[in-house]
T-cell receptor
């Protein structure tokens, strides 16, 4: 149980393209979803938290207009990297939790999306 | 903010060896999770352990919340155990990951 599907697994595109990444909870209702970014050989950095039906809460230093997050249903959240540039290249990972308040339930992670902007 | 420190940062072991990974945190937390990130980047839940001891096969974990640390034990290591082990803590609606322990098991 507790499966999170993230798609696509890899994206290579030209600078200026917008890229959408989907995160789906397959067998549970994800009240809260999280988006992380990970640089090579570094830890995960939380970008934003989204609760179903509410606006996402972004961490300090993360551009809201650059990284658009939508959590329209209890099983789907999307991250759109708008007008991507080479510095946006990274590994993006989503996670989902059945809890509305972080900490009450474990997080379950997708397999990540490796984004390469040429 | 809360600090999460993992040790050792790197560990190289022969197949069959046992190991102990440590996670220290600087303040009280709501919960703690251990994850394994394999060489392909996939993050796998190992334990959700705000306190106490849990075991799952060759792996076990102990969190002593009052002393602000957690330990992950790996027994009879296999090459498939290679990767990075992260602990992550929750406190006041914030999630903080440690920098991880990079484990390499030699055949």
């Amino acid at each position: 149980g507790a499966v999170v599907s993230q798609h696509p697994s890899r994206v290579i595109c030209k600078s200026g393209t917008s890229v959408k990444i989907e995160c789906r909870s397959l067998d549970f209702q994800a009240t809260t979803m999280f988006w992380y970014r990970q640089f090579p050989k570094q830890s995960l950095m939380l970008m934003a938290t989204s609760n179903e039906g509410s606006k996402a809460t972004y961490e300090q230093g993360v551009e809201k207009d650059k990284f658009l997050i939508n959590h329209a249903s209890l099983t789907l959240s999307t991250l759109t990297v708008t007008s991507a540039h080479p510095e946006d290249s990274s590994f993006y990972i989503c996670s989902a939790s059945a809890a509305r308040v972080r900490g009450n339930q474990p997080q379950h992670f997708g397999d990540g999306t490796r984004l390469s902007i040429l | 903010g809360i600090q999460v420190e993992q040790s050792p940062p790197d560990l190289i072991l022969q197949e069959g060896a046992n190991s102990t990974l440590r996670c220290n945190f600087s303040d009280s937390v709501n919960n703690l999770q251990w994850f394994h990130q394999n060489p392909w980047g996939q993050l796998i839940n190992l334990f959700y352990i705000p306190s106490g001891t849990k075991q799952n096969g060759r792996l076990s974990a102990t969190t002593v919340a009052t002393e602000r640390y957690s330990l992950l034990y790996i027994s009879s290591s296999q090459t498939t155990d290679s990767g990075v082990y992260f602990c992550a803590v929750n406190r006041d609606d914030k999630i903080i990951f440690g920098k991880g322990t990079r484990l390499h098991i030699l055949p």
